[in-house]
């Protein structure tokens, strides 16, 4: 993974989500600024991670020891992939709640396009 490539995405993502809340005042803009640095990158890790889980599987093959048979376990970025999503989706709550009774249809829409994307 080139990381000036992921940095890019990121910056695009944090880009995405600013014009979402840019008619927010800008005190609570800057309130949310964190969160929306923390969404874009979670969201661009998420789908870095769902790449890979799309190739590689959620399982693998593992062994204890050479005496031992192996087994299936989950892969470590399964595990991860499921705790940061379920961050993810902690945030764009928060985010969502913020924004003005008009605009949060359309964030929501963004959220259900993206958490049923595949």
Excluded at 46 to 56: G, I, R
Excluded at 87 to 101: E, F, G, H, T
């Amino acid at each position: 993974m080139d990381i000036s490539n992921k940095e890019a995405r990121i910056k695009t993502e944090v880009r995405r989500l600013k014009k979402l809340f840019k008619e927010l005042p800008k005190d609570t803009k800057t309130l949310f600024d964190g969160l929306i640095k923390r969404a874009a990158y979670m969201r661009i890790t998420l789908e870095d991670y769902e790449e890979d889980l799309d190739k590689n599987g959620y399982v693998e093959p593992f062994v204890q020891s050479k005496d031992l048979k192996p087994y299936e376990r989950e892969r470590p970025v399964a595990r991860l992939y499921n705790a940061m999503n379920k961050n993810y989706q902690s945030i764009i709550k928060q985010l969502k709640d913020a924004l003005p009774p008009t605009s949060t249809t359309d964030v929501s829409e963004e959220i259900m396009r993206f958490v049923v994307r595949k």
